[in-house]
C-alpha cells in the first residue's frame, strides 16, 4: 500500500472529482436516464440506466481511493449487505453474523434466505474464537467493527486470516467509521460494507449504501446483482452523497470532539451505566481501536436506568433529537430496544452532530442532572 500523499480533508475535496475543464462545475451535476442514446448498436456504449450511470461512477470512483479497492453503490445499507448475501451465499452455505449487530441483518437471514445455515456469534468473542481456530467454518463471516450499537471491536486481520484459512469470505459493516477512520480491505477484509445512509453523507436527508471489495471480480459479481436483481440507487441520492462527502473529515472530527466532550461530562455521572467510547481510555475497544483505527468517531453508548429515564433526559433537553440512524449533524438519541436490539430497556445511542460542544455539554447536563433528581 503506498501512502496516500494528503490528510483526509484534502483527500475527501478530491475524491471521484473530475479534471477541472473551464467553465465546467466542479462536481457535475446527477444525471438522469432511463435509457441512453444508441449508436449503430449497443456494443461499446452505455445503453440502459440500470447498467451504469455516470454519476454512480462518480461517486464509486471516490469510494475507491478512500477504501482501497473497487466500489459498487447500494440503494441503502441493508441493499449492499444484501447484495453481498444474495451474490456470495448458495443453497446449505453457512453465513456467521454478530448477534449484537445490525438487525435487520438477522431479519432479511431469517426471513427471505431461508435456505441458509445461520450461526450467531457475539462480537465481543469474534476475535479470540478466530485467534483459537474456532469459528465455525463458514463460507461468509460478516463482522460488525465497532459494532452497532455496542461499539465493539474485532481484530479485522486475525478474523481474515482465520476465516480466509477456511476457505471462506469476510465482510465487515464499516458504517460506524467511515473508510477516513478504517480501512478494512487493508486488513484482508474481502468486502468492506458501509450505509452511507449515515456519516457518509451526513445531512439524514437520504438512504444509500456502498461495497468496496478486495478482488475486482468480486465487485464485478455484485455490479451484476445489481443489474439483473434491479437493486439501484437514484442519481439525485448518489449525487448528494458525493456532494456531501467533500465535508466528511471536517463533520467527523467536529463529531469526534463533541463526543469526547459529551464523554467528559457522561463519565462519573450517576444517572449514567456502561458508558462505552472506543477512544476512551479503559473500554474495552481501547487497544484494539488504537491500533486498527485511523481516528476517533462520534457515536457514544451509554445506559440510563429504564426507558421512562431516557424519555425524561428527551424532554429536558433542547438540542438532543430522538431519532434513529447516526452520523448527522444534528445530535441524537436513540433507544435501541425500541428497535429490537438486544439491549437493556434504558440502553441508549448517542450520535454527536456538529453543535458547539459547550451547547452540548451545558444541554446533556442540564438535562441528565434532572433525570438523576427525578429517578
Ligand atoms: C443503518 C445501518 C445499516 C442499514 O443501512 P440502511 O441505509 O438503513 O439500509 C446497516 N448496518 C449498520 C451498522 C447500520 O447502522
Same mark, same amino acid.
Given at each position: 500500500?503506498?501512502?496516500?500523499?494528503?490528510?483526509?480533508?484534502?483527500?475527501?475535496?478530491?475524491?471521484?472529482?473530475?479534471?477541472?475543464?473551464?467553465?465546467?462545475?466542479?462536481?457535475?451535476?446527477?444525471?438522469? !436516464?432511463?435509457?441512453?442514446?444508441?449508436?449503430?448498436?449497443?456494443?461499446?456504449?452505455?445503453?440502459?440506466?440500470?447498467?451504469?450511470?455516470?454519476?454512480?461512477?462518480?461517486?464509486?470512483?471516490?469510494?475507491?481511493?478512500?477504501?482501497?479497492?473497487?466500489?459498487?453503490?447500494?440503494?441503502?445499507?441493508?441493499?449492499?449487505?444484501?447484495?453481498?448475501?444474495?451474490?456470495?451465499?448458495?443453497?446449505?452455505?453457512?453465513?456467521?453474523?454478530?448477534?449484537?449487530?445490525?438487525?435487520?441483518?438477522?431479519?432479511?437471514?431469517? !426471513?427471505?434466505?431461508?435456505?441458509?445455515?445461520?450461526?450467531?456469534?457475539?462480537?465481543?468473542?469474534?476475535?479470540?474464537?478466530?485467534?483459537?481456530?474456532?469459528?465455525?467454518?463458514?463460507?461468509?463471516?460478516?463482522?460488525?467493527?465497532?459494532?452497532?450499537? %455496542?461499539?465493539?471491536?474485532?481484530?479485522?486481520?486475525?478474523?481474515?486470516?482465520?476465516?480466509? &484459512?477456511?476457505?471462506?469470505?469476510?465482510?465487515?459493516?464499516?458504517?460506524?467509521?467511515?473508510?477516513?477512520?478504517?480501512?478494512?480491505?487493508?486488513?484482508?477484509?474481502?468486502?468492506?460494507?458501509?450505509?452511507?445512509?449515515?456519516?457518509?453523507?451526513?445531512?439524514?436527508?437520504?438512504?444509500?449504501?456502498?461495497?468496496?471489495?478486495?478482488?475486482?471480480?468480486?465487485?464485478?459479481?455484485?455490479?451484476?446483482?445489481?443489474?439483473?436483481?434491479?437493486?439501484?440507487?437514484?442519481?439525485?441520492?448518489?449525487?448528494?452523497?458525493?456532494?456531501?462527502?467533500?465535508?466528511?473529515?471536517?463533520?467527523?472530527?467536529?463529531?469526534?470532539?463533541?463526543?469526547?466532550?459529551?464523554?467528559? %461530562?457522561?463519565?462519573?455521572?450517576?444517572?449514567?451505566?456502561?458508558?462505552?467510547?472506543?477512544?476512551?481510555?479503559?473500554?474495552?475497544?481501547?487497544?484494539?481501536?488504537?491500533?486498527?483505527?485511523?481516528?476517533?468517531?462520534?457515536?457514544?453508548?451509554?445506559?440510563?436506568?429504564?426507558?421512562?429515564?431516557? &424519555?425524561?433526559?428527551?424532554?429536558?433537553?433542547?438540542?438532543?433529537?430522538? !431519532?434513529?440512524?447516526?452520523?448527522?449533524?444534528?445530535?441524537?438519541?436513540?433507544?435501541?430496544?425500541?428497535?429490537?436490539?438486544?439491549?437493556?430497556?434504558?440502553?441508549?445511542?448517542?450520535?454527536?452532530?456538529?453543535?458547539?460542544?459547550?451547547?452540548?455539554?451545558?444541554?446533556?447536563?442540564?438535562?441528565?442532572?434532572?433525570?438523576?433528581?427525578?429517578?
Amino acid at each position: 500500500m503506498t501512502p496516500t500523499p494528503y490528510g483526509d480533508g484534502t483527500r475527501v475535496l478530491l475524491a471521484g472529482q473530475p479534471a477541472a475543464v473551464a467553465g465546467e462545475p466542479f462536481l457535475p451535476g446527477p444525471v438522469f !436516464a432511463a435509457p441512453y442514446h444508441l449508436g449503430p448498436d449497443a456494443t461499446g456504449t452505455r445503453y440502459y440506466a440500470r447498467n451504469d450511470n455516470p454519476t454512480w461512477s462518480a461517486y464509486e470512483a471516490a469510494l475507491e481511493a478512500l477504501e482501497g479497492g473497487p466500489a459498487v453503490v447500494f440503494p441503502s445499507g441493508m441493499a449492499a449487505v444484501s447484495a453481498v448475501l444474495w451474490s456470495v451465499l448458495r443453497p446449505g452455505d453457512r453465513v456467521v453474523v454478530p448477534s449484537d449487530g445490525y438487525y435487520q441483518v438477522r431479519s432479511t437471514l431469517a !426471513a427471505d434466505l431461508p435456505w441458509l445455515e445461520v450461526t450467531e456469534v457475539p462480537t465481543p468473542e469474534i476475535t479470540a474464537l478466530a485467534r483459537a481456530g474456532d469459528l465455525p467454518p463458514a463460507a461468509l463471516v460478516l463482522l460488525e467493527s465497532p459494532s452497532n450499537p %455496542r461499539l465493539d471491536v474485532c481484530d479485522l486481520a486475525v478474523v481474515s486470516a482465520a476465516v480466509h &484459512a477456511a476457505g471462506g469470505l469476510v465482510a465487515v459493516d464499516n458504517t460506524l467509521a467511515t473508510p477516513l477512520a478504517q480501512r478494512p480491505l487493508d486488513f484482508g477484509v474481502d468486502f468492506s460494507v458501509a450505509s452511507d445512509t449515515k456519516a457518509m453523507s451526513g445531512h439524514s436527508d437520504l438512504l444509500l449504501g456502498h461495497v468496496a471489495c478486495r478482488e475486482a471480480t468480486m465487485a464485478d459479481r455484485l455490479r451484476g446483482f445489481r443489474t439483473r436483481s434491479g437493486v439501484v440507487p437514484g442519481p439525485f441520492e448518489v449525487w448528494l452523497a458525493h456532494r456531501s462527502l467533500g465535508t466528511l473529515d471536517v463533520r467527523l472530527r467536529r463529531q469526534a470532539d463533541n463526543a469526547a466532550a459529551l464523554v467528559e %461530562r457522561l463519565r462519573g455521572h450517576r444517572a449514567v451505566s456502561s458508558l462505552r467510547y472506543p477512544w476512551l481510555a479503559g473500554d474495552p475497544s481501547y487497544d484494539l481501536a488504537a491500533r486498527q483505527m485511523l481516528r476517533p468517531v462520534g457515536v457514544i453508548s451509554f445506559e440510563l436506568a429504564d426507558a421512562d429515564a431516557v &424519555a425524561r433526559l428527551l424532554a429536558a433537553s433542547r438540542l438532543l433529537a430522538a !431519532a434513529t440512524s447516526f452520523g448527522g449533524l444534528h445530535t441524537t438519541v436513540d433507544r435501541r430496544a425500541q428497535f429490537g436490539d438486544r439491549v437493556p430497556p434504558g440502553f441508549v445511542r448517542v450520535s454527536c452532530g456538529c453543535e458547539d460542544a459547550v451547547d452540548l455539554v451545558a444541554d446533556l447536563g442540564a438535562a441528565l442532572d434532572s433525570v438523576a433528581v427525578v429517578g
